[in-house]
């Protein structure tokens, strides 16, 4: 437990830090970024409206955490009644950016063939709003095979005691390639054309270049893309945050791989703080203030755009359900609202993919 709960740490902890933190030596660090992300050009480079994405990790007709955190108290199918008012909430404020779709989750099969303990009629119907609500305007993508344990290509069976965190350390180039170009498959299966890849916690961050160049050979197995991307890289909103980059070319292919990162932690991440409602309230409320101010002046946002990082705010499918009270979907409609409200006309929404394809155009 505590392995996973450091594994979900690492990547994504909303912070305890009030705002304001940037004022501190943080705020140093980010000056000296600064003359940097000017020099390389970046979003606030891009004419027009200030592009703005939204990242949820972890989709999965179940909750994912009811596996990863033994013990964790949830209902274990997520009911298609929530995965409807998500793709509500999206449609109402014509929300972008990438879903995760987790091609074997929690190693209980195949999306493109049976979960155990899932019920087939819950499944298809999970699929259905990710084909036809979600992905006409998220990215949607694979998140490694399982987000847990690795999944042996050669005998089928999950390996029990390598997680995939510690199963690309050490795997062979071609066998990341191939663990990929079957995540891509499984999504192909059911109808979804996937533009990228999301690393379970922060997989890969120890060998990025093997991993970057196996995204872009398993892409091209599948769809002959030139233009890839993944997302692997979170700063939370007191951290110095991360530019887009491109982490591996194909010359002969004209192949470009894009490293999107996210610049805000998951601030409706509630669930292990406290089980009172109001504790938790209080948390996303807090989270909401740090990335925009009540009165729309500060805030993290305000900063990405300021200096010219991406403005990219990750959650997760189990923040949003909240283990079954929506606490964190409130939240996040209450964040869009209030960013509506105050950026109108001058900010729009959009994939990641199109976050990378913008980057890329930036560099010339
Ligand atoms: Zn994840």
Redesign the pocket.
């Known amino acids: 437990m505590n392995k996973m709960n450091r594994r979900t740490l690492l990547k994504y902890a909303g912070t305890g830090i009030a705002a304001g933190a940037f004022a501190g030596s943080i705020g140093k660090v980010m000056a000296a970024d600064l003359s940097d992300a000017s020099e390389h050009s970046s979003n606030s480079g891009f004419k027009g409206k200030i592009p703005f994405s939204l990242i949820i990790?972890?989709g999965s007709p179940v909750d994912p955490l009811f596996y990863e955190l033994p013990g964790y108290e949830t209902p274990f199918l997520v009911p298609a009644k929530f995965t409807r008012r998500v793709a509500d909430t999206f449609d109402h404020f014509n929300l972008r950016g990438k879903f995760?779709l987790i091609p074997m989750p929690s190693c209980l099969g195949r999306i493109d063939q049976s979960l155990q303990r899932v019920p087939q009629d819950h499944l298809i119907e999970f699929l259905k709003l990710m084909r036809e609500r979600i992905a006409p305007k998220f990215d949607i993508t694979p998140?490694f095979l399982t987000?847990l344990s690795s999944y042996d290509l050669k005998t089928g069976k999950y390996q029990r005691h390598l997680y995939e965190d510690s199963w690309i350390s050490q795997a062979p180039e071609e066998e990341i390639v191939e663990y990929f170009t079957l995540a891509f498959t499984i999504l192909r299966n059911v109808g979804i054309e996937s533009t990228g890849i999301?690393s379970?916690?922060v997989s890969g961050i120890d060998v990025e270049n093997k991993y970057a160049k196996a995204l872009g050979n398993a892409q091209w197995n599948v769809f002959k893309r030139k233009l890839t991307w993944y997302f692997l890289h979170a700063a939370s909103d007191n951290e110095p945050p991360v530019q887009c980059s491109v982490e591996y070319r194909d010359p002969e292919r004209g192949q470009v791989v894009v490293s999107v990162p996210s610049n805000a932690g998951d601030i409706f991440w509630s669930m292990d703080i406290s089980p009172d409602k109001k504790v938790r309230q209080k948390m996303i409320n807090d989270g909401i203030d740090r990335l925009l101010s009540p009165d729309g002046k500060t805030g993290r946002i305000h900063q990405l755009i300021e200096s010219g990082f991406p403005v990219v705010i990750v959650t997760?499918w189990q923040s949003l359900f909240t283990q079954g009270t929506e606490q964190g979907l409130e939240g996040l409609i209450v964040l869009a609202d209030r960013i509506q409200k105050v950026f109108g006309t001058g900010f729009e929404w959009v994939t990641c993919s199109e976050m990378a394809r913008r980057y890329v155009e930036s560099q010339g």
């Open positions: 990790d972890d995760t998140e987000h999301t379970p916690w997760h």
